[in-house]
Each structure stands twice: as structure tokens, then as C-alpha cells.
């Protein structure tokens, strides 16, 4: 069946170090999308990646889409106290039918 | 444009109970999505609607139902409550699956 996972599941860095979250599925993806959430808050929209070895750039943060769209990437350069959070992966399909797949992301925390 | 709104914010229940819990979109969207969060399995799918029509549903025991209105908002249940049902309920809306999700701050639910 279709499957992603998410690693690390924890990452612990200090602050200034860069930090890299991979996503890898079993089957090709339609398109990926990666969210954050901050502690007791909830999931925020980062990009959506749709073609194959597709990069993306925000400020620090640099997204991949592989070029056989099984895996992506989140790495973000010199990380800051405000990346602290968890980052998640959601893979797509294709069609209307699916479930959205959030699992349990990677949780970074970033020491002053 | 509001944001994705739910009702109630927190929410303290007994076991056996049964529980709704709302969620209003953004205006336009169709597409509402419910998601439980808990520390050990992390953000898990319960079910997607799109026009009235659940149209996905995730691996949870039929306890847990749901509906949509004509104007997109959404209501879940959860009847004859347990333990393990304490969990942050988020809701998310869409213009479509594969669109940006927007979540709404969640309802904390709490069963003793």
C-alpha cells in the first residue's frame, strides 16, 4: 500500500547549526506538500512541491522534490529559536480518493 | 477573509459520553477535513468532506461520524466516550484535497 515515513522523528539542535527533515514514499507522488506546527499551535501551510526535482526556496528554508517524486526534503540553514516545531510531510496521489497522511512529522527543537 | 473557526475551544467530558464538535471554514471553501492529534500517534485522519459528501475516512471505529451543511460547515461526533479519545481535534478547510489546508486552533477534549 502507499507509505510514507517521516525522519527523524526528533532532532535536537543548537542554534546556528542547519537541520534536514526527509520524506520518502514507496510510490511516486502526485505532489507533496510540508506543513509546521509551533508548539500548542496548529499546522501552517509551507509549499506545495508538484514537479519532479523541483526546488524551492524560503529565506532559510530550502525544499526538494526528488526527480523520481518518492521523496522530499525540508533543510533549513542556520536554525533559529523560532524554527522550534514540527515539520510534516503530507504525500499525495493523484484523484479525489485517498486519505491525507500527516503522521507524526519531525520534531525539531533548537537550543539557545 | 476569517480564518477556520471551531467551537468549543475546550471541552471536558466523562466516559460514555458523546460529544459534537463544529467547524466553520473559510468562506468559499468546500472541502473540510478532520485530523486527531495525540503526543503518541501524532496528527491522524478521521474523514473529509466536500459538498455535503464524505468523501475520505480515515482508519478510526465508527464511534466517531460526521457531516457537512449546505454552507460547508461541519459538525463530528463522538459517542459512548473513552479514555483514549482525549486528543486535540483539528479541523482544516480547502478549496480541494490537494489544495492548502487552513486549520482552525483545534478543540481540546478531555474525557475522564
Known amino acids: 500500500g502507499q507509505q510514507v515515513m517521516q525522519i527523524p522523528q526528533y532532532q535536537h539542535v543548537q542554534e546556528g547549526e542547519d537541520f534536514t527533515t526527509y520524506c520518502n514514499s514507496s510510490t511516486t507522488l502526485s505532489n507533496i506538500q510540508w506543513y509546521k506546527q509551533r508548539p500548542g499551535g496548529h499546522p501552517v501551510f509551507l509549499i506545495q512541491l508538484v514537479k519532479s526535482g523541483e526546488v524551492k526556496k524560503q529565506k532559510r528554508l530550502t525544499f526538494q522534490f526528488g526527480e523520481a517524486k518518492k521523496n522530499s526534503s525540508l533543510h533549513i540553514t542556520a536554525t533559529q529559536t523560532t524554527d522550534v516545531g514540527t515539520y510534516f510531510c503530507?504525500?499525495?496521489?493523484?484523484?479525489?480518493?485517498?486519505?491525507?497522511?500527516f503522521g507524526k512529522g519531525t520534531k525539531l527543537s533548537v537550543k539557545p | 477573509k476569517a480564518g477556520v473557526t471551531q467551537t468549543p475551544r475546550y471541552l471536558i467530558k466523562t466516559r460514555g459520553q458523546q460529544v459534537t464538535l463544529s467547524c466553520s471554514p473559510i468562506?468559499?471553501?468546500?472541502?473540510v477535513s478532520w485530523y486527531q492529534q495525540t503526543p503518541g500517534q501524532g496528527l491522524q485522519f478521521l474523514f473529509e468532506y466536500f459538498s455535503e459528501t464524505q468523501r475520505n475516512k480515515g482508519n478510526f471505529p465508527g464511534r466517531f461520524s460526521g457531516r457537512q451543511f449546505s454552507n460547508s460547515r461541519s459538525e463530528m461526533n463522538v459517542s459512548t466516550l473513552e479514555l483514549g479519545d482525549s486528543a486535540l481535534y483539528l479541523c482544516a478547510s480547502s478549496l480541494g484535497k490537494e489544495n492548502e489546508q487552513f486549520f482552525g486552533p483545534g478543540t481540546r477534549l478531555t474525557v475522564l
Open positions: 468562506s468559499g471553501h468546500r472541502s
Open positions: 503530507v504525500p499525495f496521489y493523484g484523484g479525489s480518493q485517498g486519505n491525507l497522511i
